[in-house]
């Protein structure tokens, strides 16, 4: 794919990251004024560049305690307690990762393995279980793998659909990572494959996938970056390129 950027500049063909980027984005998309907690740079640069595009009236946060500009720059304090208030009231619409995820959307960050006896020990449960029961959470996963598409979490932090019920504002509206775009728009609530990045085929996601996918008999291409959000991107939110070490071209 190629473009050209609103000073002229021929942009070249989007990246695998920067159509995550846009990915990321989209899960903003008619989200109004609430505060998009983005984790990870890549769903960081995507909250920036819907606030640019799409979404004006979000407000940006680092994630933690404080509310940043368009460009990055610290704007104001968010005290403790406003941000509980926001996220008690589904004002906010965090985009997480994951250790491990499976079909419900249930999200493991805590450990692998058996609670008492862990193989490995992970970030611990946070405050995942109080986010995706209060607020709408996405995820973003930039190695897609068996290991983290799993049959059943090891331990459950962030609920998922099956788990939710009488939850007012639990809601997950998408998982995206470095090999497509998923969603819960199904009968059951569990996930399918709304759509797969350039290069990437439908087999090449259900194999490094540990669970059944709900994939539809055509599935489309995740949409293209225009010219004006690749210049977005590489002049103005990322100019250094940050987004490349997450997901590789």
């Known amino acids: 794919m190629s473009g050209t950027a609103l000073n002229g500049t ?19 998309r008619g989200a109004g004024e609430i505060l998009a907690s983005p984790m990870g740079v890549i769903p960081s640069v995507g909250a920036r560049l819907a606030k640019w595009t799409f979404a004006p009236d979000l407000l940006l946060t680092d994630g933690e305690a404080t509310l940043i500009g368009l460009d990055g720059t610290v704007e104001g304090w968010l005290p403790y307690r406003q941000h509980l208030e926001l996220v008690a009231s589904g004002r906010r619409h965090v985009m997480m990762g994951a250790s491990q995820i499976d079909r419900f959307g249930n999200q493991n960050i805590s450990c692998v393995g058996d609670w008492e006896r862990p193989r490995r020990q992970l970030l611990g449960v946070r405050g995942a279980p109080v986010n995706t029961l209060n607020n709408p ?29 009488g939850a007012r504002h639990h809601r997950l509206p998408r998982v995206v990572s ?12 569990s996930m399918r494959l709304a759509s797969v990045h350039p290069g990437v085929t439908v087999e090449q996601v259900r194999e ?25 991107i590489r002049e103005v939110v990322d100019p250094g390129g940050a987004r490349a070490r997450e997901v590789g071209a």
């Open 10 to 28: 021929d942009l070249g063909g989007a990246t695998r990251a920067e159509y995550c980027v846009v990915a990321c984005a989209d899960a903003w």
């Open 137 to 165: 959470t996405s995820y973003w996963i930039p190695r897609h793998s068996r290991r983290v598409f799993v049959e059943r979490v090891d331990v459950v932090c962030g609920v998922g659909y099956d788990r939710a019920a």
């Open 178 to 189: 470095d090999l497509g775009v998923f969603d819960f728009e199904t009968p059951d609530r």
């Open 208 to 232: 490094a996938t540990g669970f059944e996918l709900t994939v539809a008999a055509e599935v489309p291409p995740t949409r293209e970056p225009t010219p004006a959000e690749l210049r977005l």
